[in-house]
């Protein structure tokens, strides 16, 4: 079976999400995006935002991530998911993993952004629950931890989106 490496950023950080989506994903490792930042600005169909790396070109700023082995018949998958072509392009990045290894990885990066937008507070759940799962620097969950969210009206979206997580997860807030 052939594999692409792929880095992910946002709320597929989270291995029980990216796994419902893509079941042959494996985490790899923690790893780092030199020269870029995350945003929580690009606009989802739902009039949300979902995160998005802005390259900033400065070697201080870093987005912080996880790479996953996928197979690459279910990448075509992922891009429906993640909406290629409607919001989000693919980009080819080097990242750095904790043990200083350079990998090449595919990504997403948004084409459609909106810096009024906020997140609803169930995406935000997402990442900072892989965040936290991987062990990204305290610091930098500090920093998703305060971006702001707002509700989502869809009470059912709220709850289907958490379901993935076991009971004692839904019951306290991570955000």
Not at 5 to 25: E, I, T
Request: glycine share 8%; with cysteine; aromatic share 10%.
């Amino acid at each position: 079976m052939t594999t692409l490496l792929y880095f992910a950023y946002g709320s597929n950080m989270s291995q029980p999400r990216l796994r419902a989506r893509v079941q042959s994903a494996k985490k790899v490792t923690v790893a780092r995006l030199a020269k870029h930042i995350l945003r929580f600005h690009k606009r989802s169909q739902d009039n949300s935002a979902k995160c998005d790396i802005n390259y900033t070109c400065y070697s201080g700023d870093s987005v912080h991530g996880v790479i996953y082995r996928i197979a690459q018949a279910e990448k075509k998958i992922l891009d429906g998911i993640e909406g290629l072509g409607r919001g989000y392009e693919v980009k080819h990045v080097t990242v750095e993993t904790m043990e200083g290894k350079h990998v090449y990885a595919f990504t997403y990066y948004a084409t459609d952004t909106d810096p009024e937008l906020k997140p609803y507070s169930w995406y935000k759940e997402h990442v900072l629950l892989g965040a936290r799962d991987n062990g990204l620097p305290a610091d930098y969950i500090g920093q998703i931890e305060r971006v702001p969210s707002v509700e989502d009206m869809d009470a059912g979206r709220h709850k289907r989106e958490l379901a993935i997580y076991d009971q004692k997860l839904q019951r306290g807030p991570y955000l």
